[in-house]
C-alpha cells in the first residue's frame, strides 16, 4: 500500500561508538529502564506546529531522563519478506509527503544512526521467529522525524527506524515488541508512531479545531478503554470495535500500537502523553509506558 501522503488526496562516529557503549556498560552503571512511546503523528504539518500536541511531546521528552538510543516502528514503511532495520551512522530523512508548503521541504533533523544497535536488533527479531535484515539505505521517514522534532528537539539521541512486516497482524507486531522488551532495560525507548483514528478520506483540513465526528470519538473511546483496563489482547480484536473500518480503511497506522503493548511490562503504568483530536477525526491519542 502507498506509504507517502500526498496533500492533493488529504486535502482532497557519534552512533557507533556511542551506542556500543550504551549496549556494552561498565559494571558500576545502573540502568532505568526506558519508557516504551505511542505517538499518534498526525499530518505532517505538525512540524511546523508550537500549540498543545507539539508541547506535550516536548514535556514527554524532557521527562524521560538518560535515553540512549530510540528504535521506532512508523505506519509508513513496510517491507516484505524481512523486516529492515535502519543501520547507517547518519540516516537521511525522507520527505514522504507530497505538495506541502517548500517549508516543510526544507527542515531538517539530523540525530545519529545506531549501527551497532541495529545490529542487535536484527538478531533479537530473527531470534524471535521474525525474520529481519539491516538496511543501509532507508532513511527515516516523516512518521519518525517529526514527532521526534518535537520530543528530543536536539537530535543528540541515536534513532533507528524498523519497518512493519507488510500484511502483518497485531500479533506479528507484538511479537517484535515482545523481541526488543529488554532493550528497554539498557536505556533503549521503544516507539510506535501511527494513528488511533486515521481515515484521510474524512479528514476536514479546513479546521484543525474542526468538532469532532462521533464515530471517531466512538473508536478513540473504545481504544482508551481498553487501555484504562490492559486488555491488550482485547485491542488485538480491533475488527469487532465500533466504526473499525471507518476509523481504520487501511491498517498500518494502527499497528504500531501492538509493537509498543508488546513490550510491555507487568509493572509498567500507562500514561498520557496527549489526548485529542485535530482536523474533525484525526485522533492524537498518544501515551507511554513506564516502569
Excluded: C
Excluded at 24 to 41: E, N
Excluded at 116 to 128: M, Q, W
Excluded at 227 to 232: E, H, Q, S, Y
Amino acid at each position: 500500500m502507498p506509504t507517502g501522503v500526498d496533500r492533493r488526496e488529504v486535502l482532497q562516529g557519534v552512533a557507533a561508538a556511542g551506542v556500543a557503549g550504551v549496549m556494552g556498560p561498565g559494571p558500576s552503571v545502573v540502568r532505568q529502564v526506558a519508557p516504551a512511546l505511542f505517538v499518534s503523528h498526525g499530518s505532517p504539518m505538525t512540524a511546523l506546529d508550537a500549540d498543545e500536541y507539539p508541547q506535550a511531546l516536548k514535556r514527554f521528552g524532557d521527562g524521560v531522563g538518560a535515553v540512549k538510543a530510540l528504535v521506532v516502528v512508523s505506519a509508513h514503511w513496510e517491507t516484505d519478506a524481512r523486516v529492515h532495520v535502519t543501520a547507517m551512522a547518519a540516516p537521511p530523512l525522507v520527505y514522504d509527503f507530497y505538495g506541502f508548503p517548500e517549508e516543510m521541504y526544507r527542515l531538517r533533523y539530523a540525530p545519529p544512526g545506531a549501527p551497532s544497535l541495529a545490529e542487535d536488533v536484527v538478531a533479537r527479531l530473527s531470534s524471535a521467529g521474525v525474520p529481519a535484515v539491516a538496511d543501509g539505505e532507508r532513511g527515516l521517514d516523516h512518521g519518525v522525524w517529526v514527532p521526534l522534532r518535537h520530543a528530543f528537539p536536539e537530535g543528540r539521541v541515536p534513532v533507528l527506524q524498523v519497518a512493519l512486516p507488510a500484511d502483518a497482524t497485531p500479533a506479528q507486531v507484538a511479537r517484535m515488541g515482545e523481541a526488543l522488551r529488554p532493550l528497554r532495560s539498557e536505556g533503549v525507548l521503544l516507539m510506535g508512531s501511527g494513528g488511533v483514528v486515521h481515515n484521510l478520506r474524512r479528514v476536514n483540513f479546513r479546521s484543525k479545531l474542526a468538532s469532532v465526528e462521533p464515530w471517531a470519538a466512538e473508536f478513540d473511546a473504545w481504544v482508551a478503554g481498553k487501555l484504562a483496563a490492559r486488555d491488550f489482547l482485547g485491542l488485538q480484536s480491533w475488527m469487532d470495535a465500533p466504526n473499525a473500518r471507518v476509523a481504520h480503511p487501511s491498517a498500518e497506522h494502527w499497528l504500531p500500537i501492538y509493537f509498543v503493548l508488546g513490550a510491555a511490562l507487568p509493572e509498567d503504568r500507562i500514561t498520557p502523553v496527549f489526548e485529542g483530536f485535530h482536523h474533525g477525526t484525526l485522533s492524537m491519542r498518544s501515551f507511554a509506558l513506564r516502569a
